[in-house]
């Protein structure tokens, strides 16, 4: 039953990926595709999270992490090469850092992972909490505190790595 379960919604995802531009690789744009530099692409690896060993869906993660992460840490988007009507730098956003936190979990990367995770937990304020944003040059939290949607994505990152270890103990 399982197998042909994976079978039939891979046959249906390369459908679906067959009528994608040939930019878009999962619903993330390929490298140069000025769309890509969002983190919120992260949750389309969420998405096809059937499909974990597939190379384009790693590629698409990787190209993320490498283009939008500052001190370890993922923007939301460059802000200088977005115009969002907005001045100024903004801080890291925690979600978008928990989000690839799960997507490295998903894409098999499960060290780097709890490296990210064990970095973001390291930044929580005296209380646990999160908040929307940090600074990750002075460790400052920053908006809105505490941020709802942060502690929701760092929930979902954990459980994300508990289960790969967990599948893994009874592969």
């Keep these: 039953m399982i197998g042909s379960e994976r079978e039939r919604l891979l046959e249906g995802r390369e459908r679906e990926v067959g009528t994608r531009s040939p930019e878009l690789v999962h619903g993330v744009p390929a490298a140069g595709d000025p769309e890509r530099d969002r983190a919120d692409r992260l949750r389309c690896v969420d998405i096809e999270r059937g499909v974990a060993d597939d190379e384009r869906l790693r590629a698409s993660v990787e190209a993320i992490a490498d283009s939008l992460t500052e001190d370890g840490f993922v923007l939301r988007y460059r802000t200088g090469e977005t115009d969002d009507g907005l001045s100024g730098k903004e801080g890291s956003f925690l979600i978008c850092s928990f989000w690839l936190v799960s997507a490295l979990a998903i894409v098999g990367e499960e060290q780097r992972a709890r490296d990210l995770m064990e ?7 005296p209380l646990g909490l999160y908040a929307e944003e940090l600074d990750t040059s002075t460790g400052r939290h920053l908006g809105n505190f505490p941020q709802a949607f942060s502690h929701l994505a760092l929930i979902e990152a954990a ?4 289960v790969g270890e967990r599948l893994r103990e009874f592969a």
């Design 119 to 125: 970095k973001l937990l390291s930044v929580a304020s």
């Design 159 to 162: 459980a994300r790595i508990v």
